[in-house]
């Protein structure tokens, strides 16, 4: 294996040193200035990266000087907080300068200072970020809440401590979450089952909408989700940030410590280290406490980063660990009280304010380890090396007999990972990247939990190989791809069994193999400087997970029945995306639209069957195979209309549909439309008022009868939200305050699984105070 | 440098053992479900009338409630104006586990739902730590036998609030007010009929 890949490495390393230069001729002056292609003023602060390799951030000035470079093609790709990347491609032959201009991504700059970070995305994706304002307000709350800040990203959540990322339709396993370049592994097959990552970690988030299978690999049938902290910082000395958030609904509080610094006297090197704290107590609707809904989250990460002209290597560990309480009121023994609850539309008791977390509930520790180094071969080829290793402990609590403090599922996944891939340049404007993955993985249940695990232990590993292109070009950029997967899985368990009116356990073992051929073809067209038009063609899949394959057994938490196939195919999907972005002075606007065809799609369908036991008696559902589409748009425009006023609106619609039994599918998100009105007071950005009103239609994409009750009505949210700058000796103090549900509203989210039991939260109201040193 | 390569030797061996533990899956081990039992059996005892207390006879009718959720016999028969013992006992691998819930009593409690009302009458004979009902020990005191037969529904309840008002009516059909979630629930008909008189062969 490893001749192979060092063969594989050589052929593409040869193919490259022909048009290779010697680095000793690398001594050109490249000067450039950054504008804000809008108001033609200079923007401060942005990083430059050349071929790949960071040369410098300007914090003080918008010019840039090197007189290192090398003569040959540069690809210049420019970075900076609340503006799009761009990438500028020259030939440079003698000393040179350029103007380099950014626009406004979306929204108020934020005045809070978030590092610019690598050059991950490539430009013919589509692509949102969470904006800047969006992601410090996100601090302190959930991943999923966080990305929901992106038209077209919606939650399905579980109460309210548990939040799943929604894209454009579809979430858990056809979705890819890449944290900090490594594809997050925990159990994501459950519904009730969240990403297992601190959205304070996060320098960026940025949501992939098309399919991108080819650089990611399979599961990004949805799209991908990328985490990627700031970049580490080169001025010598330390430096650090402090964030308390503090919010009144569930009374909690978050404590978040950054500190990160560059030695002087280690040349090279840099190191961060960031820890959060938080603790929350149960969660208030309107008119009553959920009893049982607090969490308390500890995580921690630390980077040491080392670079030289050539090589730039980093360390990372994180460590996410927490405990989400499960709403008690949604604890069901059987049909019997599912449905008596939901004629009762909330909970028989008010409930009251406690910080205890009893069960059921939720403790996971998810453990990250990263290897990454990048050497520049030459001034336009890069090899990138990046190995992950991951150990998530899920361990759920339920109300029993005796036992509760007994994990009723105690699973441990581990899955090491490893990327490599090699990236060139030629004169001729072509990037390449060619790469191989690998994964291998383990789940193991951990003995001792007196009760038949729902998934069985297994061994799974996986190989990829992918070739993409890319043409950049002035005024379009052309890309296509390839990728060949393979993926095993060996599974072995214990299931139930009735035999002669005693439950036994019975041993079963399953062995699937599946191989997977992915392409992609998309391009961007730069119309002028205010226009990109952006399309995207693309094919994923996704191999059956082990709960869809191997599940019998009761699942207390939906009262159901659920039987797997062991002979499910893997999902294919076709997806086609095409996105607008036009920027000018006043108005941006972001739009996008798509088609996903999935062929297999896995979905449960009710059996018409009940399943009778002693707990009484259970409807049963079985894992089957369709054909699905999903077709929608998502919508984003802010126009400031005065100079201290602005106005945004931002909508999403997905239709979904199983188009061989002609059903609609369950769980997808209503259509939805915000607007908000903001002021910066003063002509200031940083001391602003912004209210806001949010309304999600009832969905009405539903089969009468096909869930246990019918989609909650629509309903309107008001927000308000305001934000200002304190000068403090030599630093700022920045205050933020959010009020949630403004009006107290008492309302049910159709997205909610836990929408049969209880209501959304009631206000809010959250204070967050940043202070950077 | 015999050290070194000592240590060397060692910390290969241990981190190709943690890298090959960490690739191959556990053989899985059979749980015994805790939360699981395999049936229960409803004891009726007659219990004869001595002025101010009762004497439990031999005449004692069974019904068994199956891994599958079934009752056997679906019916039985209750003499109307005479009281029963109903003593509940619950099975897992041939063992009366009936301890297991009474040691939780304070989050355990039977609810008997007759579908019509009237006919008997049930006294809660055992009680938890706060003087609280539970339900394996009671009596049935048959109150009617006219024409018929119903429904009798047995609820054991699990991690309800038992100060709740929805729990303290024995018959209260909407038990789920007080919360918590069902453990076991069997269903059967009873036949009141009238004084020793009872011909089976009615039915």
Redesign the interface.
Known sequence: MLQRLLLFIAILNLANTAMALPLDSCNLIFKGTVIDGNTNTLLKGATIIINGQIKASSPEFAEFTFNDICPGLLIIKVTTPGYADTDTVINITSARQVIIKLYASSKNLSEVQISASRPHVHNTAISSQVSNTDLQQARGSLLAEALANIPGVNMLRTGTGIAKPVIQGLHSNHLLTLNNGIRQEGQQWGAEHGPEIDPFIAGRLTVLKGAEAIRFGPEAVGGVILVEPAELPQKKGIQGGVNLVGGTNGRYGVASLMLEGAPGKLKGFAWRVIATKKRSGNIQTADYYMNNTGTDELSFAATLGHKTKRLETELYYSRFNTSIGIF??A????V??LT??IA?GR???NGTFSYAIGVPRQNIVHNLFKFKAGYQLNPVSRLNVIYG?QRNNRQEYD?????SE?P?LDLVL?T?TLDINFETFSTNGWKTTAGLSGL?Q????V???????LV????SYGAGGYLVARLIRNSYELEGGIRFDHKGL?A???R?E?ID???N?V?YTGNRKFNNITASVGGVLHINDHLDIRTNVGSAWRPPVVSELYSDGLHHGTAAYERGNSMLTAEKSYKWITSVDFNKQKVQIQASAYVNLIYDYIYLQPSNQLY??????FPTFDYKQTDATFAGADFLMTYNFLPAFGYELKGSAVRARDIKNQLYLPWIPADRVENSISWNIGGKPENFIKLGYQFVAKQTQYNAGSDYAAPPPAYHLLNVNAGTKIRLPNRYLNLNCTINNLTNKLYKDYMNRFRYYAHEMGINFILRASYNF | MKTLSRNILAAIIIGSTLFLN???????????????????VFNFIELEGHDDHFHETTDTTKVI??????ASPSHMHLTEGHTYKLLINIFK?NRIINQ??I??GDIHQFFFIPSKPDYIKYTYLDRDKNDRPIGFVGNVEVLKADNGAFDFKVVL???L?KA?S?AQAWDNA?Y???????????EFEIHPSEHDGHDHEDH
């Open positions: 008690n009121g604890h069901i023994g059987n019997t009280d008596d609850r009762n909970p028989f008791e290793l109300l029993r007999r005796k036992i007994t009723s581990t090491q291998l383990v789940n193991n249940s003995p001792g939990t007196l009760a038949t695990p069985p232990n297994f061994d060996s072995a368990g214990y139930n009735i009116g005693t439950t356990q041993f009778e036991s002693l707990r009484g008696v | 960490a690739c191959k899956k556990d053989n899985p081990v059979p749980e015994v479900n805790q939360e699981e039992f395999d049936g229960a409630l199956k891994a599958d959720g079934s691998n297991e819930f040691d939780e309840r699990h991690g609030n709740h929805a909407n789920s007010q007080a919360g918590g979630a069902t453990d076991m629930e069997a």
